[in-house]
């Protein structure tokens, strides 16, 4: 072969561009399903801003919280991994104010504040650390509500977003969660995740479509009218001056996980 | 550069036998990580990146180090670190391939490593880090096997035009590293 | 021939290699695929709304791609509605509606994807039907 370096590449680069613009000009051109079959469900609960405010005052005893998580692990399929806790998968879950709100705790805070199980969850950022470390946007932000979506299918398992998340709000699957399901317990119509992917707290994005709320939110209200007490999760359309979640904070004081980072989460909490 | 690799007396194949059966247990052992999932590796969900990372960090550094050591010999003519440029090169194209290795052996899911070249996603580091690691072992494996051809052609010119030209794009390239 | 030998050898181990496959699948690479149709959800609708969310002969193409486009848009885009081409509504999900109908996993799905061999991985996360074992 008579032909120099320089021009092997040039010929490799563009017949590499060519071959791959041609293949995907002919798989978008072949035969695609209309645009216009799509609709969303007229049902669906819709919100430019979802966000929760979490009323520590109703949350008295255990079982307050307990309702909600078991609630929420069980709608999703979430697995107890209970013989290796480097392993376990939650979504959401209770901690204490000294790691909910560092560096706000001192010394003669009151005892009670110290201990009180503060429930956490992913906080469905405005400015979200995971979605921008994504490779894959396997982790996005849905434009049209906010909320911060996993989508299993793309992910890679690369972990980067659990390393990016300021709040640890995200867990993998270091090992497949099917055997620690519970199988009469588990819900047939959402699926489990298999292992290496990451998952976390999605606002429930399937219920709302189909006009549920959220299954800690309903655990909450459940749970306050068996009690006689008001529930403790509230949660509506930060954008909407007449939602509820507006009306409890303008009403009493409310602060957010570590606000100095800039991530701006959507999970108020209110004592 | 291949032809460098397989010129050695019975020493040197016996050495390169022994570290393929290394390279081979550590292939078994992957398959095993393969089928039951990073468990196995005692990361936790607090700990979430390990010794993979790790070492991965690591040998970018190496790689990169083997520009260092090829940069006196073309851009300085500094004709003494003559001896060490081959050395270099094959030194930047194994830790290169180790690097990728590491990340590859790290996902979840690596069936799915392309998901990154298919929805590439320019805020994140990571999409860089395919971009670039690939890159730069394209063209060291370009230029490594051009440091072959100059020295086995004894300064022959259009030769020794191009690959200069070349290691000024692998300098572009590999910035970012040093 | 030079190194008659070692080149025979050689030969037939080359061809043991690239007929592996069809070593391991055996039976089931002969066996012509049978899915079948006939489950208790499925009997019970009338003759004439036994039909798929679009045609057989385009299911049997494209239920791949449909089935991956359905996928972006419930969880990237947030749309849940099908509206297929007689205009019927149907709701996009693996687990709830097409396996509403097509509850026999092993013996619709797993018949032609075993027969050609594919392993799609759909059923490591999504929860197939509970099956009696009959």
Known sequence: MSMDRRDFLKIAGISSLVGVGGFSAVNSIGNRLEASQIKKNPEALT?????????????????????????????????????????????????TYEHVFPGNESEY????????PFLVLCNHCENPPCVRVCPTQATFKRESDGIVMMDMHRCIGCRFCMAGCPYGARSFNYVNPRPYLDEENENPEFPTRMKGVVEK??????RLAKGLEPACVEAA??????????????????????????????????IRRKPELGTGPSVYYVL | MLEKAIYGGRRYWVWIFFLLGVIGVGFLAYLYQFKQG??????????SW???????TFLVGVAASGVMVVL??????????????ILGEFLAIAAVIMCMLFIFVDLGQPLRVLNVILHPTPNSVMFYDMIVLSGYLFLNILIGKDVCVFVCQ????????????????????????? | MYNAGKIIIGIVIFVGLITLPFWFSGEKATAKPDPKLDTPEILQLPEAERTCVESKEYMKREHMKMLNEWRDWVVRDGLTIYVNEQGKEYTMSLQNTCMNCHSNKTKFCDECHNYASVNPYCWDCHIAPKENAS
């Open chain 1, 47 to 95: 919100a430019t801003h979802w966000a929760m405010v979490v009323d520590m005052k109703q949350f008295r005893t255990k079982e307050d919280y307990q309702v909600c998580i078991d609630a929420c692990h069980r709608e999703h399929n979430v697995p107890q991994i209970e013989d290796n806790p480097k392993h376990e998968i939650k979504w959401m879950w209770t901690d």
């Open chain 1, 109 to 116: 805070l009151a005892e009670k504040i110290k201990e009180m």
């Open chain 1, 201 to 206: 707290c999605t606002f429930c994005y399937e």
């Open chain 1, 221 to 254: 209200k459940e749970n306050a009218q068996k009690n006689g007490t008001t529930p403790g999760l509230i949660f509506g359309c930060l954008d909407d001056p007449n939602s509820e979640v507006r009306k409890i904070l303008s009403e009493r004081f409310s």
């Open chain 2, 38 to 47: 990073l468990g196995v590796t005692g990361m936790s969900r607090d700990v």
């Open chain 2, 50 to 56: 390990g010794l993979y990372i790790g070492q991965f």
């Open chain 2, 72 to 85: 006196p010999y073309y851009l300085h003519d500094y004709k003494k670190f003559g001896r060490l440029t």
């Open chain 2, 154 to 178: 004894f300064f022959y010119p259009p030769v020794r035009l191009s690959l200069s030209h070349l290691v000024e794009v692998k300098e572009m390239v590999s910035s970012p590293w040093r």
